[in-house]
């Protein structure tokens, strides 16, 4: 199966009352990781890559290549999307161009106005493009690739109106962050999430920041429209963590332990049993 769009995987999660996990990506041990783990798990899967990500991996096209070419090779049959996150207007455009299946336009930092009138021709691009299209509103708090947000609560009337536009499904800024969560975090505004959803329709919703929310958090997101959970700083850590493990062990000087192949592969494990936790809490396995 090649890549698809994320829109009909999305629809069937909102419908069903579950949610597709997004992961990024950031080199090939990250991407056969997840791909093996969806499979294994038959679990649907968005594959998700910011513009540093890929600007670290030399290029749109040399990501969506190697997905594609993965896919092929370890006989992928569950859908898998390859999303770009947080999307600039010229980034969205490059990255539809490459190959990518699914695209974030991200207006948030901009007017309402501007959020429309870019998100309007974004969704006309995608729509003949048959891509899928998710925009934001209300930034996402913390730090991804020097974007920086506070946390900030998107206005239910503002999503109603970039929703209306058509876009595929939504980022609704609820006072989750990028990154590790501070100690006194004060929790997902459910309040915003309720009238969110209740006033956009049957829209599926993101949840971006997806590390460090506790489990009865996510599930009751879940619950009230999430259909998409965004997870990279944990699967960052896991292999952070496994790889200075074994180092620290020693095992890098002992016979060839040094080989890439070898080092990386407690991380790359490491990112696997993330992202089995995740789906399982999520509730994709075997929605495939």
């Known amino acids: 199966m090649g890549l698809v769009s994320a829109k009909e995987m999305l629809d069937k999660a909102y419908r069903e009352g579950y949610a597709v996990g997004h992961f990024n990506i ?61 999307g600039s207007y010229e980034g969205a455009i490059k990255a539809m161009e490459a190959g990518f299946s699914s695209v974030m336009f991200d207006g948030s930092h901009y007017s309402i106005e501007e959020n429309i009138k870019l998100t309007k021709d974004m969704v006309d691009r995608t729509r003949k493009a048959g ?48 990154g590790k969560y501070p100690e006194n975090w004060p929790g997902l505004n459910f309040e915003v999430l309720d009238a969110v959803n209740n006033i956009t329709g049957d829209i599926p919703l993101v949840l971006h920041g997806g590390t460090g929310i506790p489990e009865d958090m996510i599930k009751k997101a879940i619950s009230m429209g ?13 292999f952070a963590e496994e790889t200075r493990n074994y180092i620290l062990a020693g095992k890098d000087l002992i016979g060839k332990g040094f080989d890439p192949r070898k080092l ?15 789906m399982e809490l999520f509730g994709s396995v075997n929605r495939a």
Not at 143 to 163: F, L
């Open 26 to 86: 950031n080199n090939l041990e990250w991407t056969k990781a997840i791909l093996l783990t969806a499979e294994e798990l038959k679990s649907p899967v968005i594959l998700g890559v910011s513009e540093g990500a890929a600007k670290y991996m030399t290029g749109f096209k040399v990501v969506a290549d190697m997905v594609k070419a993965m896919v092929e090779s370890l006989n992928i049959t569950v859908p898998v999307a390859l999303h770009l996150d947080h």
């Open 131 to 178: 891509i899928s299209l998710e925009a934001e509103v209300g930034a996402i708090g913390g730090e991804e690739d020097g974007v920086v947000g506070g946390g900030e609560v998107a206005d239910p009337k503002e999503c109603k109106m970039i929703a209306d536009l058509g876009v595929d499904f939504l980022a609704a800024g609820i006072g989750n962050i990028h």
């Open 226 to 238: 999430v259909s998409k959970i965004n997870v990279n700083t944990e699967c960052q850590l896991v």
């Open 264 to 278: 990386l592969a407690p991380g790359t494990d490491g990112i696997k049993r993330v992202v089995k936790e995740k």
